[in-house]
């Protein structure tokens, strides 16, 4: 089942609008050290094609597991969010198209915050609903300007980290911030915010230049690692912004695959089309390289797994502090492990294929 443009070709389009002018090959794994540890299975499967619509995905946004082992499963074809026992046995379903108390228009991500509550960010309706473990609502934070964060991360206690992207229109400048937020929406704290020319002939370049990859930890920690193509590096931050410790590797580059530049390419013309944008030729080849650090997230035992970005199959290396422990990825025998997103968090590892050719499913490790 394939589904529509992603929220970033939308978020740029939108840019390239305001502006009013027109402006493959399979890769093999990173060399290194071999895995030293265990290749990930999954050990349960929840989804079907056809049958129960209690099991039945429109498009899977994302999806977390709860202190009691619960899964949630965030579906952004009708916006709700389906409950499933560790057995994978489903339990409810809640939410809904709308702009009422639970309900949502354009659901972006979906956290469990330390206190064991959920906060789901609606960047469409500008706010976040925090739900309790029984998905009741908790409380509703409205007012976000432009939108709420559209990712996130948990922090200590009722606090989350968050990133969106920021724009200066009258000047053409883009950039991107990092802030810590709890029971407002403004943030009470910024960790990163980088904004440059919106450069309408090298599109990729000026919107990738200022990107970051974020997490946050229950200890409220934050770890920050900027965009790049060529550069390895996660800076560790305390809570209120001192730098704790930064980690470095050497990294090679890799090239882009041929397919992805394509469907890049392919995604923005039809969004821009049908936005009414003017006619125009638009190449991402100024981004030739994948990132070698795609994502970070932290376990159950304080460890940061960080994935690589030039790896066809997901790969990560899981540090303690600025310790590398060791390297694991997805076991390509019992999976599908193309265009597949992993999550990594305190009570467990869930994954699931972001376009699937086939039936949206997610995977519990």
Same mark, same amino acid.
């Given at each position: 089942?394939?589904?529509?443009?992603?929220?970033?070709?939308?978020?740029?389009?939108?840019?390239?609008?305001?502006?009013?002018?027109?402006?493959?090959?399979?890769?093999?794994?990173?060399?290194?050290?071999?895995?030293?540890?265990?290749?990930?299975?999954?050990?349960?499967?929840?989804?079907?094609?056809?049958?129960?619509?209690?099991?039945?995905?429109?498009?899977?946004?994302?999806?977390?597991?709860?202190?009691?082992?619960?899964?949630?499963?965030?579906?952004?074809?009708?916006?709700?969010?389906?409950?499933?026992?560790?057995?994978?046995?489903?339990?409810?379903?809640?939410?809904?198209?709308?702009?009422?108390?639970?309900?949502?228009?354009?659901?972006?991500?979906?956290?469990?915050?330390?206190?064991?509550?959920?906060?789901?960010?609606?960047?469409?309706?500008?706010?976040?609903?925090?739900?309790?473990?029984?998905?009741?609502?908790?409380?509703?934070?409205?007012?976000?300007?432009?939108?709420?964060?559209?990712?996130?991360?948990?922090?200590?206690?009722?606090?989350?980290?968050?990133?969106?992207?920021?724009?200066?229109?009258?000047?053409?400048? #883009?950039?991107?911030?990092?802030?810590?937020?709890?029971?407002?929406?403004?943030?009470?704290?910024?960790?990163?915010?980088?904004?440059?020319?919106?450069?309408?002939?090298?599109?990729?370049?000026?919107?990738?230049?200022?990107?970051? =990859?974020?997490?946050?930890?229950?200890?409220?920690?934050?770890?920050?690692?900027?965009?790049?193509?060529? %550069?390895?590096?996660?800076?560790?931050?305390?809570?209120?912004?001192?730098?704790?410790?930064?980690?470095?590797?050497?990294?090679?580059?890799?090239?882009?695959? %041929?397919?992805?530049?394509?469907?890049?390419?392919?995604?923005?013309?039809?969004?821009?089309?049908?936005?009414?944008?003017?006619?125009?030729?638009?190449?991402? =080849?100024?981004?030739?390289?994948?990132?070698?650090?795609?994502?970070?997230?932290?376990?159950?035992?304080?460890?940061?797994?960080?994935?690589?970005?030039?790896?066809?199959?997901?790969?990560?290396?899981?540090?303690?502090?600025?310790?590398?422990?060791?390297?694991?990825?997805?076991?390509?025998?019992?999976?599908?492990?193309?265009?597949?997103?992993?999550?990594?968090?305190?009570?467990?590892?869930?994954?699931?294929?972001?376009?699937?050719?086939? #039936?949206?499913?997610?995977?519990?490790?």
């Amino acid at each position: 089942m394939k589904s529509g443009p992603s929220l970033e070709v939308m978020f740029l389009s939108m840019m390239i609008l305001a502006c009013g002018e027109s402006p493959a090959q399979e890769q093999d794994e990173p060399s290194g050290a071999d895995a030293a540890g265990p290749m990930l299975a999954p050990v349960l499967e929840i989804g079907l094609e056809m049958g129960d619509s209690c099991y039945v995905f429109g498009n899977v946004r994302d999806a977390c597991i709860l202190r009691d082992g619960t899964i949630l499963v965030l579906d952004s074809y009708d916006n709700t969010i389906s409950a499933y026992d560790a057995s994978g046995d489903f339990i409810s379903v809640t939410g809904g198209t709308g702009e009422g108390p639970g309900e949502y228009l354009r659901p972006a991500a979906m956290i469990v915050l330390e206190d064991g509550r959920i906060l789901i960010s609606d960047v469409s309706n500008t706010r976040v609903t925090i739900l309790e473990p029984d998905l009741t609502v908790s409380e509703t934070i409205s007012g976000f300007v432009p939108w709420s964060p559209e990712r996130i991360s948990a922090a200590s206690g009722a606090s989350y980290t968050g990133a969106r992207r920021v724009f200066d229109r009258a000047n053409s400048l #883009y950039g991107h911030m990092v802030a810590l937020w709890s029971d407002s929406p403004e943030p009470d704290l910024e960790y990163y915010r980088e904004m440059g020319d919106f450069n309408m002939e090298r599109l990729r370049e000026s919107t990738d230049a200022r990107q970051v =990859v974020f997490t946050s930890d229950y200890d409220g920690r934050v770890y920050l690692a900027p965009y790049s193509t060529t %550069e390895y590096r996660i800076d560790v931050y305390d809570s209120t912004g001192v730098l704790l410790y930064t980690i470095t590797e050497e990294r090679e580059s890799v090239d882009r695959p %041929e397919e992805e530049i394509q469907r890049e390419i392919e995604e923005m013309r039809e969004q821009l089309e049908r936005e009414g944008a003017p006619e125009m030729a638009w190449n991402p =080849v100024e981004q030739y390289y994948q990132i070698p650090l795609r994502g970070m997230e932290v376990d159950r035992e304080g460890r940061l797994w960080v994935e690589d970005g030039r790896a066809r199959v997901p790969r990560f290396s899981v540090y303690r502090h600025d310790e590398l422990l060791f390297e694991t990825s997805l076991d390509s025998t019992s999976m599908p492990v193309e265009g597949i997103a992993v999550k990594v968090s305190p009570y467990g590892i869930l994954a699931w294929e972001v376009d699937p050719e086939t #039936y949206p499913r997610v995977f519990v490790f």
